[in-house]
């Protein structure tokens, strides 16, 4: 069976090392069946893009706690778009206060999962966006 | 509602509770040894005799952002407001060794905390508060020496005498590498700085507190409560024995040794937590390091209550959480105290949150009358069950760390972080079953919340800052700069105790980022192996 399991890249931008969520989050991907890579802490929009790249993922999941989602994000989603990566699905949490939230939709990142996300929702989350890609291996 | 009877029931850590304790749970259990007096050995029931009769709790509320200047307005406001001790948060550049225009401080400068570049940003910080009239606490870890020795500069420029001065500096490495990740030097050198800024301040500073040893870091990573007790306390008999092995003796530095924990939801459990602490610590200093100044023998403690249990579903619930997590730190007879912020998961706190958490304390030392009566909750059954537990299972791990040659061994083998690890994916499972209720969150959701009002960060700090850095390098004697600097490289290579050579880099206004990048070039970085 040439089963292609969905590929995810959880990363940490930014200086904070809260790596509770991003670790989890990580966990509970992986136990749903995901190829999971995490990048590790203090990475920056280069290394997480080329990591993303590298690793031919499907997904990218940014936790951020530091209060510099607003310079990091944008960041993140012009290299993607500079390496034409405009697929990949890019999905974050953290502390991301909600006047935040429509300004990083508009950009391109596709949620934002508040603290108290449940994990179910989460990977429903991205198998659902990821479906029409793996339609039939993941069925 | 209906509980599930079938499962066991279990503190919030997962730790069982029976439903009902009684006599028969205190086997074996001696009230002489292992309770004493309130302010005797082994200061299970507190480290004073008449603990808030004498003095009540310092209210300390973590305070920064923005610049110093906007941070020192907010320390103004708390001191005016009745606070009675400051607590000084940090940006993150402030807390890796990088100035605020180092490209990878974008977007970071004042945001968790305040920038701190050079002594003129200490300086800034605490214009018109005297230095010896107040207690200040400053979490900084991994370049501690740097911020420290800017704030006894700060003092020496209001003419103050360090001999004066009282604080703490949490400078606890070890949680770094375990849980907070704030790191930047590998653990054996970070270890000698810690050493070095002990012995400079018993010589020095004596009033000074020299390590916070921090659980509270541990806690929010996603430890259990006795996974917390266990890896502090063990922490603290690490600094103890490289302080000893370099020469120190151990009654002249562990009086000034310090703990921070966390209090989260369980109030029960959390209260025997610090119980237990007190007494492991007792025994510790006593037996295994024969510690005779009975001040050595003290577990001092600062809390905080969980950062982590507030929910940012109905923030207003968080009121509630974070005054049944104060009280439990008051009835376990906590020295100091913060409360957090009903706003905390959303940003940092207003103004008005912040007073909200501080007026919690005030009510529960002035009208809860839980204040009259030393350790009241001692003798429940219960809880000296609870406090028998936890110092037991708390051995347990010191036996596991002994046997791996101590903790910078077990951290380097990933042991603490992995433990931790894992308790923090059991609970976010057991979250996600229903098994443990959180308010607002898993269960009682509303259908629409109603929003509360976050704290902005200033979008011009980032550009204030730097403009200030570029005219401090204009003005600064340069030449000076770098001597001290080169100076302070070739301490860093010798045996020499590196504050002295610091504090004169920092007199020359040299900045944070060049002071942890010329530590760099001998210590190295540490690089965490990323694993999940």
């Not at chain 2, 939801?265 to 037996?287: C, G, P, Q, S």
Request: proline share 4%; with cysteine.
């Amino acid at each position: 069976m040439s089963e292609k399991k969905i590929r995810v890249l959880v990363a940490k931008p930014g200086l904070d090392g809260h790596d509770r969520g991003a670790k989890v989050i990580a966990r509970a991907l992986r136990d749903a069946g995901m190829e999971v890579i995490y990048t590790g802490l203090r990475q920056t929009p280069e290394q997480i893009v080329h990591a993303a790249l590298q690793e031919d993922v499907d997904a990218i999941g940014l936790s951020i706690l530091s209060g510099a989602h607003m310079h990091l994000f944008p960041r993140i989603i012009d290299l993607l778009h500079e390496k034409k990566m405009d697929d990949v699905l890019v999905f974050a949490g953290g502390i991301i206060p909600e006047r935040d939230t429509a300004r990083l939709k508009e950009i391109g990142i596709a949620e934002i999962f508040p603290p108290g996300s449940s994990l179910q929702e989460i990977v429903d989350f991205v198998k659902t966006h990821l479906l029409r890609d793996f339609e039939s291996s993941i069925l | 509602m209906k509980l599930n009877s079938e499962r066991p029931i279990t503190t919030i850590s997962g730790h069982p509770v029976k439903e009902l304790y009684t006599p028969q749970d205190l086997t074996g259990f001696d009230p002489d040894r292992d309770l004493g007096l309130p302010g005797d050995f082994p200061f299970t029931r507190g480290v004073y005799p008449n603990m808030y009769r004498g003095r009540l709790w310092t209210m300390r509320q973590f305070a920064g952002f923005g610049t110093a200047e906007d941070t020192n307005e907010r320390f103004k406001y708390l001191l005016r407001e009745g606070q009675t001790g400051l607590s000084v948060a940090f940006d993150y550049p402030t807390l890796l060794g990088y100035d605020s225009d180092n490209p990878l401080s974008q977007g970071e400068v004042g945001q968790c905390g305040v920038a701190i570049d050079s002594l003129a940003d200490m300086e800034a910080l605490f214009d018109g508060i005297r230095l010896d009239q107040v207690t200040t606490s400053m979490t900084t870890n991994a370049p501690a020496s740097i911020i420290w020795s800017m704030y006894l500069a700060a003092a020496e420029k209001q003419g103050v005498h360090w001999e004066n001065l009282s604080g703490t500096i949490q400078n606890d490495i070890l949680k770094e590498y375990i849980a907070q990740k704030t790191y930047i030097y590998p653990p054996r050198p970070a270890m000698r700085i810690v050493t070095d800024i002990i012995s400079f301040a018993t010589r020095h500073v004596p009033r000074w507190n020299t390590v916070s040893i921090s659980g509270y870091h541990i806690r929010e990573a996603g430890s259990t409560a006795i996974q917390e007790l266990a890896f502090t306390l063990r922490d603290g008999i690490e600094y103890v024995d490289y302080c000893v092995r370099a020469g120190l003796q151990v009654d002249e530095f562990a009086p000034r040794l310090s703990f921070f924990f966390d209090i989260h939801n369980d109030f029960f459990e959390e209260i025997a937590k610090l119980r237990a602490a007190r007494r492991i610590w007792a025994r510790v200093m006593r037996d295994r390091f024969h510690a005779r100044n009975p001040h050595s023998l003290l577990c001092r403690i600062h809390s905080q209550t969980a950062g982590v249990s507030l929910t940012a579903q109905q923030p207003y619930n968080n009121v509630i959480r974070v005054a049944l997590q104060a009280l439990a730190a008051v009835l376990g007879g906590t020295q100091s105290l913060h409360t957090n912020s009903l706003d905390e998961t959303l940003g940092l706190p207003t103004q008005d949150s912040v007073r909200l958490a501080l007026r919690t304390q005030q009510i529960i030392a002035h009208e809860s009358g839980v204040t009259a009566t030393v350790d009241p909750l001692g003798g429940s059954y219960l809880i000296e069950s609870l406090t028998n537990e936890m110092e037991s299972a708390c051995l347990d791990y010191f036996r596991r760390i002994d046997e791996m040659g101590g903790m910078i061994e077990s951290i380097e083998r990933g042991f603490p972080q992995r433990e931790i690890q894992e308790a923090s994916y059991r609970y976010s499972r057991a979250l996600e079953r229903k098994e443990k209720l959180i308010v607002g969150m898993n269960e009682f959701v509303a259908q629409e919340e109603s929003p509360v009002e976050v704290l902005a960060i200033d979008g011009q700090v980032a550009a204030r800052q730097c403009a200030k850095l570029e005219r401090l390098r204009a003005l600064r004697d340069c030449a000076r700069v770098r001597e001290n600097l080169s100076a302070l490289k070739k301490a860093a290579q010798s045996p020499d105790n590196l504050i002295p050579f610091i504090l004169d880099c920092v007199r020359s206004y040299a900045t944070l980022g060049e002071m942890c990048d010329t530590l760099r070039t001998v210590f190295g970085e540490y690089q965490e192996p990323a694993f999940f």
